[in-house]
């Protein structure tokens, strides 16, 4: 049975179906074709899927996202990253590095950065003189610390999985690799930079016009410690939090900014009900995709398989990342973490792979399958974005994806990289 669904599901993505049609339909195909299972077992796993409290925080943060959005916050960020990196050689690449990051503590989304500062920044750059595969490029390649710096939708899923890690440890260990992840492509925009000459900002700015975009970046700036902060101290729940970010996000935009109109609250509403739909399908799909898999033993037969191997840690996770470097080629993080992590976290764990190092291994490897061809998703977004061939996107793309490969070596082999935040802020 589970051949028939790895099989089917392979031949569907490659044709081009969606993910959670692809999963959907391969679990059915496998269902008829390979058990005597009802079919009114998908439908109940599909619903157990989303059947989950926790879970609820995801259309909270999107909708949080959506709001801060709306409140020109993407305008305010980009001002404040601009006036402390814009002057330098490459100035531009470094602004679009930070508010990236910056932006990523709000949105948990790597898409949502490239279509918003994202498209900005390659609008900036391109008339500025940078070449506008290369703006595309840093821009796709800095965007997946969406989903590393919390609040992060993968990480949520994630723990959902893996009973041994919470949502809050995974948030706190996601700080430090994501601020890798941004030094990293700032290290290799200094090193393009210098190569073409690409020069910084003429304008200059007062100290009084630097204090006063700080001030008013503040109240953004401020979300991802309200989250973490009210967590570790026990004020509310992951799920909890993600409501009070939407009270905060809402209270910022209408009050504190003074940009947000309640009559873009309707479409603001819209594209979060949209975009969590999409999401909570995926992931019902996925919940059953899984549980084929696990019915039919895989997991079990996995493990014996590599008990007979005699791997130890480090072999495993050389195998894990190569496995998962060339899986998330052909599918999305999201469903990745909901049929990979049941398998692959037992198996970390009986081998003493610390938990919360072994997620940030999953996660980051999964994510950088947005920007590895053929089907990184985050390419095309961006290509379409930057109005840019795909595949003059892809060549700019080299020396961001080697960087990248470093950071995952750093994690994979630094564990204390994932760790030592979350211990040393008391998070299990």
Known sequence: MSLILILSAIVLLAIGMPVAFALGISTLTALLLGSDLPLLAMLKQTYEGVDSFPLMAVPFFILAAELMSGGSLTEVLLRFAAQFVGHKRGGLGYTN???????????????????????????????????????????????????????????????????????????????????????????????????????????????????????KAVPALLLPVIILGGMRAGWFTPTEASVVAVFYALVCGKYVYRTLQWRAIPDILSRSALLTASVLIII?????????????????QLAEWMAAQNFNAVTFLITVNIFLLIFGIFIEPLPG???????????????????????????????????????GGLLFVTSNVAKVPLGALTRELKPFLLAHGVILLLLTFLPALSTWAPRALGFK
Do not use: C
């Open 337 to 375: 973490v909901m049929v990979l992590v049941p398998i692959l976290a037992p198996v970390a764990a009986h081998l003493g792979i610390d938990p919360i190092h072994f997620a940030m291994v999953v996660i980051f490897n999964l994510t950088l399958g947005m920007i590895t061809p053929p089907v």
């Open 284 to 300: 019902g799909m996925s919940n059953a995709f899984a549980w084929v898999l696990t019915v039919d033993g895989l997991p079990i």
């Open 97 to 215: 590095v930070v508010s990236l990051t910056f932006f990523s503590g709000i949105s948990g989304s790597a898409l949502a950065d490239a279509a918003g500062p994202g498209s900005m920044m390659i609008k900036m750059m391109d008339k500025a003189g940078y070449d506008r595969a290369y703006a595309g490029a840093l821009t796709a390649a800095t965007a997946i610390v969406g989903p590393i710096i919390p609040p992060s939708i993968i990480m949520i899923i994630y723990a959902l999985q893996d009973e041994r890690v919470s949502v809050g440890a995974l948030f706190v260990a996601g700080f430090v690799p994501g601020l890798l992840i941004a030094v990293a492509m700032a290290a290799v925009n200094w090193w393009v930079s210098r190569q073409r000459n690409y020069r910084g900002i003429d304008e200059k700015i007062s100290w009084a016009d630097k204090l006063r975009t700080t001030w």
